[in-house]
């Protein structure tokens, strides 16, 4: 059965303020009430230069993974986190040495920030600024409006992407999968693309009768916990709703190619790129990968 989804734009801050503030309201008041204001990660001191995001600025920061470099894995976290214990689970990971494996990087002898890829789908990919202004822009986005919590797995942490239906017949259908570096370096370069991003992923969200647990700001993220934005850096936020799953979970949009292998992202001390929520910097790193299995066993806090 087709679902049945609902897509609210958010305006953009200062573009029309009076309109964003009405659409973020209508859906505090579905919930029940205004939320509580997220908490963000553990910041580091808020840089005044210019331009974070820039090539140049992420090239003075971003060098490729050190051997040795500790992974995030998939059992450094769990489901059923309590709002309380996903932000402090969150802190936890952002101080730790802990980073996204095979993570976006800067090549310094080509000049380039490159994406790891298998070389039998093409290989590293190159991505612009562009691209990753625009994901922090996602994320300002998204705490700006209280949709998130953090930027880790447990919560915005992983990405899809919307292709339109028409783009896709006449563009990207006919990709080899010895291509797919390409494929994916043409759609992070087009803005005519959305980033969907499925938030709350490892929040208990509903008790064992399968009914919302009675916490407001839980209630709230159920509600908004799928957004997407275009890829530019001044993109608004759509959020989707899909009133058949219990979790709210949004696999198809009408008018759109589901594209479902997007990239990860996971707030850390010493990432390669730069959001700002509550006048503060915070760093995050990018990966095609998901995270991957710990072959020596182990779990959460096992650094």
Same mark, same amino acid.
């Given at each position: 059965m087709k679902l049945f989804l609902l897509a609210l734009c958010l305006a953009l801050p200062g573009a029309a303020a009076a309109a964003d503030t009405g659409a973020a309201v209508?859906? &505090?008041?579905? *919930?029940? $009430? $205004? !939320? +509580?204001? *997220? %908490? %963000? !990660? &553990? +910041?580091?001191?808020? $840089?005044?230069? %210019?331009g974070p995001n820039s090539l140049a600025a992420i090239a003075a920061r971003c060098a490729p993974a050190a051997a040795g470099e500790e992974k995030i894995w998939q059992s450094d976290f769990r489901w059923d986190y309590t709002l309380t214990e996903l932000k402090a689970r969150a802190l936890e990971m952002y101080a730790s040495p802990k980073r996204l494996d095979k993570r976006a990087y800067w090549d310094a002898a080509t000049g380039r920030l490159l994406l790891p890829h298998d070389a039998d789908r093409g290989g590293d990919l190159a991505i612009g600024e562009a691209f990753v202004n625009a994901v922090a822009r996602h994320i300002e986005r998204a705490f700006e409006l209280e949709y998130i919590d953090a930027v880790f797995f447990p919560d915005m942490g992983h990405s899809h992407i919307l292709v339109p239906d028409k783009l896709w017949a006449d563009k990207y259908s006919d990709y080899p999968i010895a291509k797919m570096s390409d494929q994916y370096r043409d759609m992070f370069a087009d803005p005519r693309l959305q980033l969907f991003y499925h938030t709350a992923e490892q929040l208990k969200m509903t008790g064992p009768d399968g009914q919302l647990v009675a916490d407001e700001r839980t209630r709230f993220r159920h509600k908004t916990r799928n957004i997407a934005g275009l890829i530019k850096p001044d993109a608004k936020l759509n959020v989707y709703q899909n009133p058949a799953s219990t979790a709210n979970t949004v696999h198809e949009? !009408?008018?759109?190619?589901?594209?479902? %292998?997007?990239?990860?992202?996971? *707030?850390q001390k010493d990432g390669c790129f730069v959001y700002s929520t509550g006048g503060r910097d915070y760093r995050f790193d990018i990966s095609l990968y998901d995270l991957p299995y710990n072959p020596d066993g182990g779990g959460a806090g096992d650094y």
């Open positions: 209508q859906l &505090r008041e579905a *919930a029940g $009430s $205004s !939320p +509580a204001k *997220a %908490a %963000a !990660p &553990r +910041a580091e001191a808020n $840089s005044a230069a %210019a949009v !009408p008018g759109h190619f589901w594209w479902g %292998a997007g990239f990860n992202l996971s *707030a």
